[in-house]
């Protein structure tokens, strides 16, 4: 089975976010991370803010989305963050990651603060605990699918 992790436009996201997912009684299928200062260059920098839920993928099973959302001091377009978002299933030793790039500039629309860019990758984890990392926020979240 191939194991991927793209980022994804907000109106796909909003479309299969709405769909049911399914999840071990009481397992955690959330969670967010420390909201992290970062300095990207000179001039650009600003706040990431890193969401993690279980959520339906393209292909119709469970995965994990990723959401990172950026809060420039200044909005850019110029002013990009690069993320990397790497996962583990500890179950089945399972592992993946991808590099997202999140504008500076506010997406209109969506589900999120409008004065925040924003991207969203989607993980093929695998059923089981997966443990996330990000290269831009403190620590590790889990979750289980």
Wanted: hydrophobic letters at 45%; aromatic letters at 6%.
């Amino acid at each position: 089975m191939r194991k991927f992790l793209r980022p994804f436009a907000v109106g796909a996201i909003a479309a299969t976010a709405l769909l049911p997912v399914a999840a071990p009684a009481g397992a955690q299928t959330a969670a967010d991370f420390q909201d992290a200062r970062v300095d990207v260059a000179p001039g650009c920098a600003g706040t990431v803010r890193s969401q993690v839920a279980v959520t339906p993928l393209p292909t119709d099973i469970a995965g994990v989305g990723v959401s990172v959302l950026f809060r420039a001091d200044r909005p850019d377009p110029s002013c990009t963050l690069s993320a990397t978002v790497s996962w583990r299933n500890t179950a089945t030793g399972a592992t993946g990651s991808e590099e997202v790039a999140v504008s500076s500039v506010p997406a209109p629309g969506g589900w999120f603060p409008t004065d925040h860019g924003f991207q969203r990758a989607l993980a093929d984890t695998g059923p089981g605990p997966v443990v996330i990392t990000m290269s831009t926020n403190p620590g590790e979240v889990s979750v289980t699918v």
